[in-house]
Nanobody, 121 residues
Framework: QVQLVESGGGLVQPGGSLRLSCVASGDIFIMYNMEWHRQVPGKQRELVAAITRTGDADYAEAVKGRFTISRDNARNTIYLQMNGLKPEDTAVYYC???????????????WGRGTQVTVSS
């Protein structure tokens, strides 16, 4: 069993910054791709950023140049540095990870419960 816990959300003014964290714990053997998604009520969850185990990153067009995803494999943690926040970035942000678990090495996808980000003046 693997648990993902996000933190770092909150209320910020337009143009401000936040740094989200997602810590994974449990019977982790290897963590592979990790992602941040976001969802607004009434809309589909969308991919914001993704990072491979070796650090290759990819971003949604809407956040390129403003958001940076990173990871610390030793701490089973990923981060999302969000700069230049806009009201349209308001959403619940979710962490997702592909994890191989002990002792079977079975690979599954896990989700956190989300953290609210609100961008408003």
């Amino acid at each position: 069993q693997v648990q993902l816990v996000e933190s770092g959300g909150g209320l910020v003014q337009p143009g401000g910054s936040l740094r989200l964290s997602c810590v994974a714990s449990g019977d982790i053997f290897i963590m592979y791709n990790m992602e941040w998604h976001r969802q607004v009520p009434g809309k589909q969850r969308e991919l914001v950023a993704a990072i491979t185990r070796t650090g290759d990153a990819d971003y949604a067009e809407a956040v390129k140049g403003r958001f940076t995803i990173s990871r610390d494999n030793a701490r089973n943690t990923i981060y999302l540095q969000m700069n230049g926040l806009k009201p349209e970035d308001t959403a619940v942000y979710y962490c997702n990870a592909d994890v191989s678990v002990r002792p079977t090495t079975r690979l599954d996808s896990y989700w956190g419960r989300g953290t609210q980000v609100t961008v408003s003046s």
